[in-house]
């Protein structure tokens, strides 16, 4: 729009591009307060993200003190099987065997010479082969003519994506037909029918028999203090409150061979370093949590104005992106409130009590951890109840989430909590803010490009009138 600014003025002489220059910077003068409202809104949109993060991480570490830390298990080693735990597992001793694994059902033909060679009667039609399972499921499979090979019979079992695998394998038999149950246990034993071709039926129906059964449908066996049970899975979660067996190999053999084989005892014992961990991280988020929030929330005193040239106080630009903000202020006042209050009326009944001091003036944490550790040991159930609480007095983590939750969370599944609304809020204020700026440097782009065009007429007739005063001079010598 502003192209050959540069030469105006070249004709007359006179600094017309200056002057027009100068203009311009006045004219856009016009956007600053639009810009600066913008940036602002930027400037608080990142702080409030970095809260965000910062409270979604002291809500996860609340939590973990809340329900996980307290209920953490060690698990001792074990070699016939291996255990994990879940919200519910108690400490404690148990005697486990394990006597059978559970097996998957496989069914394997006869050889055959060509694994391509069609197996079935070629009259023109098709054929239905069934696979059923003792779970009740089956797939039904229709086959052409040239859909009889063990190849091309492997294939279109597998193309049903159900419950059984098919495969062709080279023995010393020759090429076999391989099905496979994906379900272990006798749930899983199969039969293998076919409708419309004897002859196929003949080489995979087991009604026929004509098959040979190369795993056996096997349910798990184990004994589980002294009680015997019979599963169909080698995965076990059923026995054990909120402790899930992963059945490795049957137990070893015990003394007398023919007698029971030999048991292992699992041992469940709380994880107070679990414990611990949760704490220094709860610490570590909050924190950094306080830190950013005070960052965001500084103030420093307003660059005063001179009164003689008329100058306004001015804020400092070294103040937080959201100082003086309610919202911010609301929940550095619910953190550190929640904090300092008591749990219970047990010896450990406050974070005081653990060794961790509470800076007054900047809210920050310092934990004893020799203080803490001597509080695991002798006083879990007090701690439990400083942080987990009880029905009738919640503890400090469910405090913590309550402060937290409104903001990042809502009460509504789809929501994301008030922080998000804000964030709506002031990207909105950008967007009607980027159109007044668009909107006004067009209106800025106009007024200069007519400004420009007046100077270009006016650079001319300058210079014609020189040039006319020019002649009359010389005319008149």
Not at 4 to 19: A, C, H, V, Y
Not at 405 to 419: H, R, T, Y
Not at 432 to 446: G, S
């Amino acid at each position: 729009m502003m192209a050959g600014i540069d030469f105006i003025g070249s004709s007359s002489g006179l600094p017309l591009n200056d002057l027009l220059k100068n203009l311009k910077q006045a004219e856009m003068q016009r956007l600053t307060p639009y810009t600066n409202d913008k940036a602002k809104n930027q400037a608080k949109i990142s702080s409030w993200g970095k809260i965000a993060s910062g409270l979604n991480a002291l809500s996860g570490s609340a939590k973990k003190l809340g329900e996980e830390a307290f209920n953490a298990l060690t698990i001792s080693a074990t070699k016939a099987f291996t255990a994990t735990t879940a919200t519910g597992a108690l400490a404690g001793s148990h005697t486990i065997t394990v006597n059978q694994l559970a097996g998957n059902h496989a069914i394997a033909t006869e050889g055959q010479p060509d694994a391509d060679e069609k197996l079935g009667e070629q009259q023109g039609g098709e054929r239905t082969v069934t696979i059923k399972q003792a779970n009740g499921k089956e797939i039904k499979v229709a086959l052409k003519d040239d859909e009889t090979s063990l190849t091309s019979i492997a294939k279109q079992i597998n193309k049903q994506g159900g419950d059984v695998t098919a495969s062709v394998v080279k023995s010393d038999e020759g090429y076999q037909l391989i099905v496979t149950s994906k379900t272990s246990g006798s749930d899983g034993k199969m039969s293998i029918t076919v409708e419309g071709d004897d002859a196929l039926a003949g080489v995979i129906g087991t009604d026929k028999g004509n098959t040979t059964e190369i795993a056996e449908a096997r349910d798990a066996k184990l004994e589980v203090n002294g009680i015997e049970y019979t599963r169909s899975s080698n995965t076990v979660n059923d026995i054990i409150t909120g402790v899930t067996l992963s059945l490795n190999q049957v137990s070893e053999e015990g003394e007398d061979k023919s007698g029971p084989k030999k048991a292992e005892i699992l041992t469940l014992s709380p994880d107070n370093s679990a414990v611990k961990k949760s704490l220094q991280e709860f610490v570590k988020n909050y924190n950094a949590l306080l830190k950013e929030a005070a960052s965001a929330s500084k103030y420093v005193k307003p660059e005063k104005g001179s009164a003689a040239d008329g100058e306004v106080t001015q804020q400092n630009k070294g103040n937080g992106a959201l100082v003086g903000d309610s919202t911010l202020r609301g929940l550095v006042t619910g953190l550190r409130n929640g904090v300092n209050d008591t749990y219970g009326d047990g010896e450990i009944a406050a974070l005081a009590d653990l060794g961790i001091k509470i800076d007054i003036a900047t809210g920050q944490m310092t934990l004893d951890e020799k203080k803490l550790d001597g509080a695991i040991e002798k006083n879990g159930d007090d701690l439990k109840q400083l942080f987990v609480g009880s029905e009738d007095k919640p503890g400090l983590a469910e405090a913590i989430g309550k402060v937290i939750s409104p903001l990042v969370d809502g009460e509504d599944k789809d929501a994301k909590g008030q922080l998000a609304d804000i964030k709506k809020d002031l990207e909105a204020r950008n967007k009607t803010l980027d159109d007044a700026i668009e909107k006004m440097q067009r209106q800025i782009d106009t007024r200069m490009d007519g400004q420009r065009k007046q100077f270009v007429e006016l650079d001319k007739m300058i210079s014609q009138l020189n040039n006319t005063s020019n002649s009359l001079v010389s005319l008149l010598k």
